[in-house]
């Protein structure tokens, strides 16, 4: 998937193919990925089709003076899981591309993308034992690791991972970069449920080396 080329201009292949990539760099380094959500997921979406499913076979088979008295209740089952769906995805996934742990420290990750600009964003909830539970609001522009032929270059985006994300850092310290900042905004939960924030931006350092250095490859190529 990181070595397909796509549009740049494409907002929705930009952020699904970084998200594609997160979880594969995360389990690299050992993080164990929980599959709850899709899974749940998964279960619902499969027993309404299955729900559909079965109450069309039985009314093919049987007709539909024999079955009309139990139709009505696989309608309204299936319409609550389908609304159970929707639920689960808006409001408990709520754009989740990533869940799971690395010695006995937990972390959720989300992504997002606001429409017509290439920017994206991560909402990280890390918990380690003992510890404050600390939630960061990340973003960056594509271009930090897609060049401009719409290949996406891993390495820059692992890096501004290791930099940002203090539990991937200590996982990947090769590639912390204290300068590959772009936005982040920390919480801190403690366990009275007090929240403080802290706001931090750096400016960019321009475009990475692996992405420049591609870049010219490709201009020089006839």
Known sequence: MANSKISVYSLSDLKNTTDDALPNYLTSLKFRQSHTLADVRLGLGYSAVAISGVTFYADYKLGWDATKSWTLWAVMAYFIM???LTYW??????????????NNSFISIAS?????KPVYSLKVRCSRPGSDIEMLNLSAPFTRWFDSD????????QRWLASEIPLVGEADPLKVDSKSAEYRSTESVDAQGTTSTHTSAKASTGEAPELAARSRKSKRSP
């Open 82 to 84: 389908n609304g159970a």
């Open 89 to 102: 995805i808006w409001g408990i996934e709520k754009g989740k591309i990533f869940t799971g742990q690395i």
């Open 112 to 116: 997002s993308v606001t429409k017509h």
């Open 150 to 157: 719409g290949y996406f270059v891993p390495i820059p985006f």
